[in-house]
Each structure stands twice: as structure tokens, then as C-alpha cells.
């Protein structure tokens, strides 16, 4: 009997635990099929410019930060690829470091252009960083003419796929 008692009480609570599963997507940011919100970006002369300036053209928006190295050589990687695979499309390179002289040199070292990237000053606690819900090794996306993400967290071999 108390081996019946186990079974049903066991039986009872994976029903109830069952009927708490989350079906939504979890709460990470932007998704594929969405369209990019318009964020203001800052370059490295301190002017302002809006993502949604872009729109009428294929964008691969990469954030990072000098100090995270996964993201840093993912940025490299798709800069790089980008130049040399399909220079029509525009590489938006966004770094959350807040020091500016950190990514400067960083961007020197790696051999990248400043003119795509761009500066998020307040770092982790920018809008930006909070509305993306970025966090370690950050993320990208591959955004439409439309201004509507097609892929994230791309690589060069996706992009090779993809495009």
C-alpha cells in the first residue's frame, strides 16, 4: 500500500510540475522574424546615428567588448569576412567598453575599421545592453533591407549558407 501512495503522489506531482512548463520563448533579447529596434548609435567622434538609417540595405550588427574575448574574435572574424566575402553589406560593430581608448587600441590591434564601429559609453548598463539582454560573449544578427533579423549568433559559415 505505502508503495501505491508513493507511485500516486509521485504521478501527481509530475502533473502539476508538467502543467508549469513555460512554452513561450525565454525573454533573451530580439529573435529572428522580428523586426531591430532603432537604437542611436555613437561613433568614435562622439556623433550620433540611428540603426534604422540603414534600412533599404543587408546589416550584420555585432555587439562586444574588448574584454570579452569570444565576442572580440567574433567581431574580427565577421568584419573580415564581410570585407572581403560581400562588402555591399554593412558591418555595424557595436562595443560596450567604456573606455573609449581601450577600444580604440583594440581596434588598432585587430586591424578593423573605425569607420563601422561604434560605442555604447555606459557599457553593461546602457539601454542598449538591456534591451538586447546581453550578457558573456554577447551576440549579432543578420538583418534584412526591411530592417527584420534573419539569422543570430552568426558565423562566417553561416553567413557563407545564408548569403
Not at 540611428?50 to 555587439?63: A, C
Request: charged share 25%.
Amino acid at each position: 500500500m505505502k508503495y501505491v501512495n508513493f507511485c500516486l503522489i509521485a504521478i501527481f506531482s509530475l502533473a502539476l510540475s508538467a502543467g508549469s512548463v513555460k512554452k513561450e520563448l525565454p525573454s533573451t533579447g530580439y529573435h529572428p522574424g522580428e523586426t531591430i529596434p532603432d537604437i542611436v548609435l555613437t561613433n568614435s567622434e562622439g556623433d550620433l546615428q540611428n540603426l534604422h538609417d540603414f534600412k533599404g540595405k543587408k546589416v550584420v550588427v555585432n555587439f562586444w567588448a574588448a574584454y570579452d574575448a569570444q565576442s572580440r574574435a567574433t567581431n574580427v572574424q565577421l568584419h573580415n569576412y564581410l570585407k572581403m566575402n560581400h562588402p555591399d553589406i554593412e558591418f555595424i560593430s557595436i562595443s560596450f567598453d567604456e573606455n573609449r581608448n581601450v577600444v580604440e587600441k583594440t581596434l588598432v590591434m585587430d586591424n578593423l575599421e573605425i569607420i563601422s564601429q561604434f560605442y555604447e559609453v555606459k557599457g553593461t548598463q546602457s539601454e542598449v545592453y538591456k534591451d538586447f539582454k546581453l550578457r558573456k560573449g554577447f551576440r549579432n544578427y543578420l538583418i534584412d533591407e526591411n530592417g527584420v533579423i534573419t539569422a543570430m549568433n552568426i558565423t562566417p559559415g553561416d553567413l557563407r549558407t545564408i548569403l
